[in-house]
Nanobody, 126 residues
């Protein structure tokens, strides 16, 4: 399985921006859909965004649509999650994941994840 390394978290004020990055270790990186899950204190882990190996139309959970943008650079085995207009409700530990695909509708399925990166903390606070 692919090994993943997440980075880019930090402290930002409401309305601010951050970009998370996920670097993969395998030469077959473009065979994997790469996703982001997040977990806030006391809450279940939720899928945020996902992009297929070939790119194409990405998936976003409703609460981040219009604010987050996922992209990938297969030549550098990297996926980025650009987060704009951040809200306090975006505060969570963010995890990048690798799996076979992204949902066409509904929610991201945590059971479909093959590999997890370590989490990176995002804190949105004034």
């Amino acid at each position: 399985d692919v090994q993943l390394q997440a980075s880019g978290g930090g402290l930002v004020k409401p309305g601010g921006s951050l970009t998370l990055s996920c670097a993969g270790s395998t030469s077959t990186f473009n065979d994997y859909a790469i996703g982001w899950f997040r977990q806030a204190p006391g809450k279940e882990r939720e899928g945020v965004s996902c992009i297929r190996g070939s790119g194409g139309s990405p998936y976003y959970t409703d609460s981040v649509k219009g604010r987050f943008t996922i992209s990938r650079d297969n030549a550098r085995n990297t996926v980025h999650l650009a987060m704009n207009n951040l809200k306090s409700s975006d505060t969570a530990v963010y995890y990048c994941t690798a799996g076979p695909g992204c949902p066409l509708r509904g929610n991201m399925d945590i059971g479909m994840v093959h590999s997890w990166g370590q989490g990176t903390q995002v804190t949105v606070s004034s």
